[in-house]
């Protein structure tokens, strides 16, 4: 039977996403070195040095509960150019047509730009028109105010706080604030993001 996802490349003007495999190491540790995003405790950026063990967990993942974990690669001059981060389909629930976007990071030299909003795009319309869902959840730390602004940004709506959610590496509690776009929403959402792609930027 086919999964309910599989492996794809989707590529944009502004950036690439491809499947994540070993071989991305040495480039993810660079981009997480980019503004030492590990640094920042309310988020999942590998330090440089744990990029094998992130790399395999994201592959474990996949396999097992048959997520997508992509790298980010922005686009130079039309050619797929340096890798600038990662994301993810995961959550996958093929019964019921959800899934989940998250474990995102940008290199900070990118964050601000268009990339995360195009990636954000191609696989909001992987989602809706290739796979048919009916909703695509984010979720992120209640107090990571610049992930929940970027989220609201997209045209997600904010569905509610799951306290006490889940447990950070470093033992703090984490209240999960979950967004969702719905099917219904996707072709005004779709209409909105391409009229941020489209503004002019400094």
Known sequence: MQPFIAPVT???CHAQLEP????????LAAAVAD??????????APRPENIGAYIEAALDM?????????????????KPAEVVGCTRMFNVD???????????????????TAINTECKRML???AFEVLDCIAVEFRTHWLNHQSRTAIARLGAKQDGILRNHTRMPDGSLRDT???SIIASEWPA????????LDKPRC
């Open 177 to 179: 604030v979950v967004f």
């Open 124 to 126: 909001l319309t992987h």
């Open 189 to 196: 959402v779709r209409q909105h993001l391409q009229f941020l």
């Open 20 to 27: 994540l495999h070993t071989g991305h190491a040495q480039e």
């Open 35 to 44: 503004g030492e995003l590990w640094n920042l405790w309310y988020t999942s």
């Open 62 to 78: 996949r396999a097992r509960l048959h997520a997508m974990p992509f790298v980010i690669r922005a686009m130079r001059d039309g």
């Open 10 to 12: 989707l590529t944009g």
């Open 94 to 112: 093929p019964a019921n047509r959800r899934l989940e976007i998250g474990h995102t990071w940008h290199a900070r030299s990118v964050q601000r």
